[in-house]
T-cell receptor
Framework: AQSVTQLGSHVSVSEGALVLLRCNYSSSVPPYLFWYVQYPNQGLQLLLKYTSAATLVKGINGFEAEFKKSETSFHLTKPSAHMSDAAEYFCAVSEDFGNEKLTFGTGTRLTIIP | DARVTQTPRDKVTEMGQEVTMRCQPILGHNTVFWYRQTMMQGLELLAYFRNRAPLDDSGMPKDRFSAEMPDATLATLKIQPSEPRDSAVYFC????????????FGSGTRLTVV
């Protein structure tokens, strides 16, 4: 069965500092991996996805993530945090066609300190 | 931008009443998901459809929940009778078949059962 573990339910960084949100996955087959962002009282918005092409994936709003098979990780980073990045971030894993349901992690709430 | 439309946005109902939530997927998307989000359980998959056929509804309490796609432009999630523990935000998401495409989420229906 596929699963995702997000380390740290809350992360605080100063404006302008590096953002690092951690995600480790478990999957019996090569996975598809996603990061979604959720702003208060809104739905989930896709930030980026890994689908077995390049291991370094660039997404919207300056975020990127690197797929590391040896570490079963897919950490999300942004070089310089902005106040507008404050939100909840979810890592998700899916397998292939026929079992493409998303399994989400428990989320990481990102707070930006002015 | 194309979007997934969910109605109603908010619903307050009394215990025992029937609740119906509706979702209009993005035109052309053939895969539709229903997720429930709570503080305690996070994001849980309730059911999903491909080409209007249910593929997996193992996450849904069968005795009170039902999910259908009467046509390609409408997905419904019904709870009868509703209970306070059903209070949650219910999200619909749609996409093309195959996880590598990613999925677009609606803004959700916030259900409160009193």
């Amino acid at each position: 069965a596929q699963s995702v573990t997000q380390l740290g339910s809350h992360v605080s960084v100063s404006e302008g500092a590096l953002v690092l949100l951690r995600c480790n996955y478990s999957s019996s087959v090569p996975p598809y991996l996603f990061w979604y962002v959720q702003y208060p009282n809104q739905g989930l918005q896709l930030l980026l996805k890994y689908t077995s092409a390049a291991t370094l994936v660039k997404g919207i709003n300056g975020f990127e993530a690197e797929f590391k098979k040896s570490e079963t990780s897919f950490h999300l980073t942004k070089p310089s945090a902005h106040m507008s990045d404050a939100a909840e971030y979810f890592c998700a894993v899916s397998e292939d066609f026929g079992n493409e349901k998303l399994t989400f992690g428990t989320g990481t709430r990102l707070t930006i300190i002015p | 931008d194309a979007r997934v439309t969910q109605t109603p946005r908010d619903k307050v109902t009394e215990m025992g009443q029937e609740v119906t939530m509706r979702c209009q997927p993005i035109l052309g998307h053939n895969t539709v998901f229903w997720y429930r989000q709570t503080m305690m359980q996070g994001l849980e998959l309730l059911a999903y459809f491909r080409n209007r056929a249910p593929l997996d509804d193992s996450g849904m309490p069968k005795d009170r929940f039902s999910a259908e796609m009467p046509d390609a432009t409408l997905a419904t999630l019904k709870i009868q009778p509703s209970e306070p523990r059903d209070s949650a935000v219910y999200f619909c998401a749609s996409g093309f078949g195959g996880a590598n495409y990613g999925y677009t989420f609606g803004s959700g229906t916030r259900l409160t059962v009193v």
